[in-house]
């Protein structure tokens, strides 16, 4: 499959052995309704996966859990045999109930079979990336990760997945896996609005390790803030477009893995991530978190 060759907005950033754009993309969006059975689209959702390649994007985050199994089996529909630069990001931690509800599945036997769903739904023999997610919809809590973190080394010792991350942990979890085994990244949440891990941002970039904020454009509840839609009307763009463009600023080890269904949304995000942000506007955004 061919790929862009112009360059996406924030360059690119090495994820262990592989070398990926910044600008990435978040499949969770893909699924239905509250990321419960499949798209209400199948062709358009098929039609974003592939237009995202073709704008370049060689970074992609999935879980087996969205669907459950509907947004990989997307994933494998429209993009395999894989283009040889697109990495996919996976995470396990937690199934799904018949009410949507994200259980957690953190026992080794859990975290070993959500391994083989993702290889099976993917179509892989090897995972690029596992996130090893922790914590509720709530956020991260506190307590080790230990013995769950050691399961996917073993997992990755077998061959199984290439690169290890953490998601929704605290700075004490990062630092208990990295006593454990390299970690590539570290998945949570964090936007214009949500800046709890400013400083382990900073850290991990120091110690060359990406940041992936999800929900970058506030995820189910849009970001909304007059300072925004101000930067954002006086550059004559939206407020997501700032958003993205703020991140990428923000530090080199952000990695951007905003969530669309929709074509235009997808183009949109690209195209204004690419903003040149004053540092009088920075400064105002900065404003909003603090
Ligand atoms: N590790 C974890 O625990 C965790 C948790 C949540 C998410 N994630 C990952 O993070 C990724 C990003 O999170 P997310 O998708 O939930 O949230 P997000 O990227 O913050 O926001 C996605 C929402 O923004 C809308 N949107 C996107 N571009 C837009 C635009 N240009 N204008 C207006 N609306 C726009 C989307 O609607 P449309 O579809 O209409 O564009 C969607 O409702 C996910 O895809 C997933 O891979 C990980």
Excluded at 75 to 102: C, M, N, S
Excluded at 217 to 226: A, D, K, N, V, Y
Aim: charged share 20%; aromatic share 6%.
């Amino acid at each position: 499959m061919n790929t862009s060759s112009a360059s996406l907005p924030g360059g690119t950033w090495t994820l262990g052995d592989s070398s990926v754009t910044r600008f990435g993309y978040g499949a969770m969006q893909l699924a239905g309704p509250w990321v419960m059975g499949p798209p209400a689209d199948h062709d358009g959702a098929l039609a974003v996966l592939r237009e995202a390649v073709g704008l370049g994007i060689t970074h992609i985050d999935t879980s087996d859990a969205y669907g459950p199994r509907f947004t990989n089996e997307l994933i494998r529909e429209a993009l395999h045999p894989y283009p040889e630069p697109l990495f996919i990001a996976t995470k396990v931690g937690a199934t799904r109930d018949a009410q949507g509800g994200w259980p957690t599945a953190r026992r080794p036997e859990d975290l070993r079979k959500q391994v083989h769903e993702n290889l099976g739904s993917l179509g892989v023999d090897t995972l690029d990336l596992v996130n090893l997610r922790m914590g509720d919809a709530q956020g991260p809590r506190p307590g080790s990760i230990a013995e769950a973190f050691e399961t996917l080394v073993d997992l990755r010792q077998e061959g199984l997945i290439r690169h290890l991350g953490v998601s929704n942990v605290t700075a004490e979890q990062v630092a208990e896996a990295r006593g454990i085994a390299p970690i590539v990244c570290v998945q949570n949440m964090y936007n214009l609005a949500h800046r709890h891990d400013d400083d382990l941002v900073d850290h991990l970039a120091a110690d060359g390790i990406a940041y992936v904020p999800f929900f970058p454009l506030g995820g189910f509840t849009p970001l909304q803030s007059e300072a925004l839609s101000r930067v954002a009307n006086r550059l004559g763009t939206t407020p997501m477009s700032v958003a993205l463009a703020w991140l990428l600023r923000r530090s080199p080890n952000i990695l951007l893995i905003p969530g669309t269904s929709s074509l235009a949304h997808l183009r949109e995000n690209v195209a204004g991530a690419g903003l040149s942000l004053s540092d009088e506007d920075v400064a105002e955004l900065d404003g909003i978190g603090h």
